[in-house]
């Protein structure tokens, strides 16, 4: 028997071992890097989103009350939580004058909608002031946030503006631009209405004469 037939199953076997401590090496790194990541994503800020809602809700009197319901979600999975601890609202008419009053919402209160259907309307009922809200990808926000404006009204014109939610912890802030139509019909019918009737204003409502609906809320 030739000193070959004595080296071959060895040298299969240092191969076998070879190929076996470099595929436990690869394992290893891959199971260690995938680790690192997960450890990195949860330790991540939170890539909050906020979408507008289709509908936002208007009652005018004495002063104005806005009905804003966003959806605030977090795109990714991350132990750091979420907190808006404050929102704000800011209109402006489209071409008024600097002597023109300007809107001063503030952020009022928290409230729900309920549905009756004998008289097919819609009941407010009022939850809390305003509260920190805690934004998780387990648990996404849809709060009815109430915005008052004092010593104003809505004329008939475009109002273009932003909601603006601030981020705990000096995380800066959340901005998404809104517009909000209002015809002399529509001061009527807040005039009608009184304070306590909110309407409707729906964004992107089909209308006969436009092709492509409008960005903004209207009536």
Not at 138 to 149: E, G, W
Not at 169 to 185: A, F, V
């Amino acid at each position: 028997m030739s000193s070959s037939d004595h080296t071959s199953p060895r040298q299969g076997r240092r191969r076998l071992d070879g190929v076996h401590l470099w595929s436990t090496t690869v394992t290893g790194a891959a199971a260690l890097g995938i680790a690192l990541f997960n450890l990195f994503a949860l330790q991540a800020e939170p890539q909050t989103d906020v979408t507008l809602p289709q509908v936002v809700r208007i009652a005018q009197g004495s002063e104005v009350w806005l009905y804003l319901q966003p959806t605030m979600s977090t795109r990714h999975r991350t132990e750091t939580v979420e907190i808006i601890d404050d929102a704000r609202l800011q209109l402006h008419r489209t071409g008024a004058s600097p002597s023109e009053p300007v809107a001063a919402f503030y952020w009022d209160e928290v409230g729900s909608l309920s549905y009756t259907y004998d008289t097919n309307d819609l009941t407010y009922q009022r939850i809390a002031d305003p509260t920190p809200l805690l934004v998780t990808q387990d648990k996404p926000q849809q709060p009815l946030l109430v915005f008052t404006a004092e010593r104003w009204a809505f004329r008939p014109g475009e109002y273009r503006g932003t909601l603006t939610l601030q981020r705990s912890g000096g995380r800066g802030t959340i901005t998404r631009d809104l517009c909000i139509r209002i015809t002399p019909t529509t001061v009527n019918t807040f005039r009608s209405g009184g304070q306590r009737k909110f309407f409707e204003f729906r964004a992107k409502r089909p209308h006969p004469t436009r092709e492509t609906p409008t960005p903004c809320y209207e009536h």
